[in-house]
């Protein structure tokens, strides 16, 4: 590894006399929290009154109500398919390779289509450790794999469970997760 | 030969009359691109991708059948040189199909790199591209992928010029030309391997590599091959930490090293195919020993100080003569030396036996192959075994055994029970000792009183001297496997047990001694040149 590194101090700000005092900064903030408040309700009352007004902030029910997530943000991956519905994955392994957690591991073997050449075996992504930065899919030189499922709730209880398979990744393959008898704390 | 001076891309460079420009300019750190020319194949001059510009001349020239004269001036990245190489480099992929992904040769490419390095173009051809066969298995270790071939002709240089066995030609003519069997071959000579090795793109692959893992991931080691008594200079290419891939094998790929004291550019497909063994099934991994018919596993340290107590007292009332001990060229020069010291020095073993029997002879060949199919037999002759130390051989040995003369066996990395045949057994069971010390099992693992287990060639740092006297490193690549040792640690921690003097703990210190102790070895280092030195 060669390489210069700079090394920039950045000096921390220095708090004056009125942040020190205290009282006064944290009545700043309570005044940031109660104008919004009363900014909120005062459009929603205008719109309840059948009112003309800027729309108020909308506090989503989640988890009783489905997330919303940007059409381009990096959810669940998903493995894409031919036309003939063959994998489109190729095993070239350049996901595997530039992925910075490790956490894609593929086995290759030989494709019977002659045109096709080399495909997985087996693809497994495991999603308690990859960091959703989207690298594989800038990688792929098949557009095989993308991360626009949409799906952002991926918990399980166990690490192993955390791990998706090929045909999981395809979607051939609900992903099975076992729900194991949990304790609830507040049940005695 | 006289000397020329001649200046290329503005460096003065020194060269013989008669060298070749792209030569020359290698020598001054200048990589000319080019496919065709192999210093030791020639140069057909048919890729047309190491054209330079040479002041004075009318048109660019090709480096590689261009003479130096004095005086030259070479440019090799003028513009009108750099744009005649991306050209080439263009023309070469017209037909190309960009198999990438899939191509294992991806990362070590010469279309890749120059592409990269030479061309950057986007390409201007919008024809459809021309097909050809895919998948050909042209022999047990070679496949051939005829679209991707850039028709460069090493590898039917190669079998005409260098094994003579002409199983490849050019066949069709212009964009339709490809590389094919002549009809009736198979590429199976014992060289045929090499042909990978000298193809610049992915369109001759190693079956045995194929798909196994990205060479991107490997780590080479400069070592040797441990195959037979010539020692090739080979990378070791291992597959360290993404071990899912190649079946978990942590040894994936051999490719030869050049050096031309010993074997140029080649190597043989036996030793090409030596890594297989490295990983096998067969490898033992912990001492054991045979106690009331099971074989159960031990500590180094108890299987050291138990053996040694039964060599000593087996010693005392049977007498040293009966002991003999079967060594092996297949051991460095470290291990025989402990060896020497241990049963020769310390016990003072009856028979002793090194030379290669039917069990180590094979084929041998005017190119590289040697019939010794051990790597190091120069070194244990260095080292006195079969001269100042007398031998015996397989059949005097057996005698011995079958006439109650011999009570002990100690064989190490060969199985007398494949070389006496049916008379192996009646022999063992007149033996009160038996050890096996191997990398591998074989049938004398399971009859053995004790199993010691050696470290393979791959798994750790020695000196082996091939059969021109030249002493070469093995370096270590991987660690040994399970609870496997270095032969000459084995023997060495006998011989402390024994209460011998054995202070090494690292092979450099016993080739220290070796140098000191044995006159052959006189003024040798541990740290040798990649070339090796002779003895
Ligand atoms: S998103 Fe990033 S961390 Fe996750 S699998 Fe892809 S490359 Fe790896
Ligand atoms: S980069 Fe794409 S084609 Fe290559 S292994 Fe990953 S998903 Fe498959
Ligand atoms: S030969 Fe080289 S350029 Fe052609 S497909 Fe293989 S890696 Fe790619
Ligand atoms: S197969 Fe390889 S070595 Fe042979 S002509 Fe084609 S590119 Fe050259």
Redesign the interface.
Known sequence: MSGRITVKTVERPRMGLLEQVYVFEALRGLWVTSRHFFLNLWRHTLKAAGLKAEPGAVTIQYPEDPAVVARRARTRHRLLKREDGSPRCVACLLCETICPAKCIRIVAEESPDVMVEKRAKSFEIDLGECVFCGYCVEACPEDAIRMDSGQVEMSAHSREDMVWTMAELMGDQPKLRPIRPSKDPLAG | MAEVKLTIDGISVNAHEGALVIDAARSAGIHIPHYCYHPALGNPGVCRLCLVEVEGAPKLQVACRLPVKDGMVVKTRSEAAKKAQAFSVELHLVDHPL????CDQ?GECLLQDYYQRHALHSSSVREDKLHKP??VELGPNVMLDAERCILCTRCVRFLDEITGTRELGVFQRGEEGEIALTPGKRLDNPYAGNVVDLCPVGALTERDF??QV?V??LKSTPTLCTGCARGCSILLQTNPE?R??AGGRRAVRIKPRVNSSVNGWWICDEGRASWKAVDAPSRLKTPSWLKSGKAGAMAWEDAEKLLAAELAELCRVRGPEGLAVVLSGTLSNEDLYAAKKLFVERLRAGRLLVKPGPDQLGEEDGLLRRQARVPNLRGAQALGFGAALKECSWDSLLEDVLSGKVWGLWAVGRDPLAVWGEKGPAALSKLELTVHQAVHASAFTQAARWVLPSASWAEQDATFTNFQGRVQRARKALEPLGASRPDWRIFGGILRSLGGAWPHESPEPVFAELSLKEPAFAGLGFELPPEGASL
């Open positions: 198999d990438c992904p899939v991806a895919k998948r194929r798909f990205r991107w991931y993404r899912w891939h």
